[in-house]
């Protein structure tokens, strides 16, 4: 079975930067999307950013130009790079892996914005 290691959460001030990563346990071909995810409390999971096999990237409105997501098919990682973070961004980002009609999810990791 597949499982997602991530790392990099923790507590940071406003303005400051935090990079979370994302590995596979095992080596996983086919793989389509690799992606971040977060949930706030209270509030539904939701898209921060993904990337395609082919190297196109979406982010979501709240995130564009300070966040910035990196993959490596071949080394089976994603990298996020948060920069200017703001309170509203702290939440549990989860990694997503989809390959084929297979989708995988990290465990999660907590990132707190606060002062």
């Known amino acids: 079975q597949v499982q997602l290691v991530e790392s990099g959460g923790g507590l940071v001030q406003p303005g400051g930067s935090l990079r979370l990563s994302c590995a596979t346990s095992?080596?996983?071909?086919?793989?389509?999307?690799m992606g971040w995810y977060r949930q706030a409390p209270g509030k539904q999971r939701e898209l921060v950013a993904t990337?395609?096999?082919?190297?196109?990237?979406n982010y979501a409105d709240s995130v564009k130009g300070r966040f910035i997501i990196s993959g490596d098919n071949a080394k089976n990682t994603v990298d996020l790079q948060m920069n200017s973070l703001k309170p509203e961004d702290t939440a549990v980002y989860y990694c997503?892996?989809?390959?084929?009609?297979?989708?995988?999810w990290g465990q999660g990791t907590q990132v707190t914005v606060s002062s």
């Open positions: 997503n892996v989809q390959a084929g009609l297979n989708y995988y």
């Open positions: 095992r080596r996983v071909f086919g793989i389509n999307v």
């Open positions: 990337t395609t096999r082919g190297g196109s990237t």
